[in-house]
C-alpha cells in the first residue's frame, strides 16, 4: 500500500504523497486529521529530494486540530490546492490552532488552495462571552527558512496565521479574509521571531492586518494592502513581558478604510525597547488616524495611570499620503516618564475627509525632527 500511495514527479524526482491515497474522503464532512497525519509521517520521513504532501483541488478536507510535527529528514513541500474546512461546531474550549507545524525547518506551504476556519459561530460564542479561549487557525513553531505562498486564509475564530520562535520566513502572495466585526481576526502575528518578510499580502480582517509582538527583530512589510481592519501594529507591548522588538519596516502598502494606518501600541508601566522603524511609502485611504504611537494602549478605556514605559525610539516616516476619517491624523502619544525620541517625518499629506479644514497633530512628550511638506504641521518640543 505504502508504495503505491507514492508516486515520482517528473520535476527534480520529487515524492508525491498525496491525501487521498492514504485514506483521507475529501467530502466535507469526514474527519481527516488521521489520514492527513498519515500523509505527514510518511513524507516527513522521507529523506529525499523535498517529498511533497499534495492536497488536490476540488475535494473540501475537514480537519479537527492536528498538529505536523517535525523535525523532518529533509526539506518538506506542502502543496494544498484543495479546500480545508474547520468543524463549524464549537468543538473545544481549549485554546490552540486548527492547524500547527512544529520544529519544521525548510518547510513550503504553497498552492491555490484555501483553509476556511468557519468562524461565525466562534464569533457569536465569543461576543455573548461564552467563548473566553478560541482557536487560531494557522500556526508556526520553531520553523526556520519557512515559506508560505499564495493560500487563503478565511473566516478564523482568532487570529489567522501566527509565526511563534521562527527565523528566516518568507509569507508571500497570501490573501486572508473575515469580516471587519469579527472579534481578534489578526492576519499575519509574528512573535519572538526574526527575519520575517510579508510581502504581496492581501488581507482583510477585523483586527490587525499585522502584528509584531515582543522579542521580534527585523521584519519587513511591503507591497501589500491592509483594511478593512486595525492596521499594521507593532503591539501591544509591555503588559506582563519585558519588550524587545527592532528593526520593523513597513513600505509601499495601501491602507483602506482601517481604524489605523501605522502603529506601535505599548501599556503604561510597561518596561522594555522598540526601536528602529522604517514606515515609508504609505497610501492611506479612508483610515480614521494613519499615523500612531500610543504608549497609553487600554483598549478597555479604564486603565490607572502607571510609571513607566516602553522606549520607542527611532522611528521614521516618510512619503506617507492619503485621507484620514479623524481630524488627528497623526497621534504621538508618550508617557511622562519614557519620552518618545528619534522620531522623524518627512513628505507627509494627509487630508480630512469631507473636510476643508485641516488635519491635526496631537503630540505628547515625543521628540524629533522633520523634513519636507508636512500635512497636517508637526511641532516638537523636544524639551
Known amino acids: 500500500m505504502f508504495v503505491l500511495a507514492v508516486i515520482w514527479s517528473a520535476e527534480g524526482h520529487r515524492r508525491i504523497y498525496n491525501v487521498l491515497d492514504f485514506h483521507a474522503a ?3 464532512k469526514t474527519d481527516d486529521a488521521k489520514a492527513f497525519l498519515a500523509t505527514w509521517n510518511a513524507a516527513c520521513s522521507d529523506g529525499g529530494n523535498e517529498p511533497v504532501m499534495a492536497i488536490p483541488r476540488g475535494r473540501a478536507f475537514l480537519l ?3 498538529s505536523f510535527d517535525g523535525p523532518c529528514k529533509s526539506p518538506i513541500k506542502i502543496k494544498l490546492d484543495g479546500k480545508i474546512v474547520a468543524p463549524n461546531v ?3 474550549k481549549k485554546q490552540g490552532n486548527l492547524l500547527t507545524f ?8 504553497d498552492g491555490n488552495g484555501e483553509i476556511d476556519g468557519q468562524g461565525p459561530i466562534w464569533w457569536d460564542c465569543y461576543n455573548k462571552r461564552m467563548c473566553v479561549d478560541v482557536i487560531q487557525l494557522l500556526g508556526f513553531a520553531r520553523c526556520n527558512n ?3 505562498r499564495r493560500i487563503h486564509l478565511k473566516d478564523s475564530a482568532d487570529k489567522h496565521m501566527t509565526l511563534f520562535q521562527c527565523s528566516q520566513s518568507l509569507v508571500d502572495n497570501v490573501s486572508i479574509t473575515a ?4 472579534p481578534n481576526t489578526d492576519g ?3 512573535s519572538s521571531s526574526n527575519n520575517t518578510y510579508i510581502s504581496n499580502c492581501s488581507i482583510q480582517t477585523g483586527d490587525d492586518c499585522v502584528s509584531v509582538l515582543s522579542n521580534t527583530k527585523n521584519v519587513t512589510v511591503t507591497h501589500s494592502r491592509c483594511g478593512p481592519g486595525h492596521g499594521i501594529s507593532v503591539g501591544s507591548l509591555g503588559k506582563s513581558e519585558t519588550a524587545m522588538v527592532e528593526q520593523i519596516t513597513v513600505s509601499n502598502c495601501s491602507f483602506v478604510g482601517t481604524m489605523t494606518g501605522v502603529r506601535i501600541k505599548s501599556w503604561q508601566g510597561g518596561k522594555g525597547y522598540a526601536k528602529g522603524f522604517i514606515f515609508e511609502s504609505l497610501n492611506m485611504t479612508e483610515v480614521q488616524y494613519p499615523i500612531v504611537i500610543d504608549q497609553f494602549y487600554c483598549p478597555q478605556g479604564n486603565c490607572p495611570t502607571k510609571p513607566g514605559g516602553v522606549a520607542i525610539s527611532d522611528a521614521k516616516f516618510i512619503n506617507i499620503q492619503g485621507t484620514s476619517t479623524e481630524q488627528d491624523a497623526v497621534k504621538l502619544m508618550c508617557s511622562q516618564s519614557v519620552h ?3 522620531i522623524y517625518l518627512s513628505n507627509i499629506h494627509l487630508s480630512w475627509m469631507n473636510h476643508t479644514s485641516p488635519t491635526n497633530a496631537e503630540i505628547l512628550n515625543a521628540h524629533g525632527t522633520t523634513e519636507g511638506m508636512l500635512v497636517p504641521t508637526i511641532l516638537f518640543s523636544n524639551t
Do not use: N
Open 90 to 92: 464549537i468543538w473545544t
Open 102 to 109: 512544529f520544529d519544521v525547518d525548510h518547510l513550503t506551504l
Open 64 to 66: 479537527s486540530q492536528v
Open 340 to 342: 518618545c525620541e528619534g
Open 146 to 148: 519557512l515559506v508560505v
Open 26 to 28: 475529501g467530502d466535507g
Open 179 to 182: 469580516p471587519a466585526d469579527s
Open 188 to 190: 499575519i502575528t509574528v
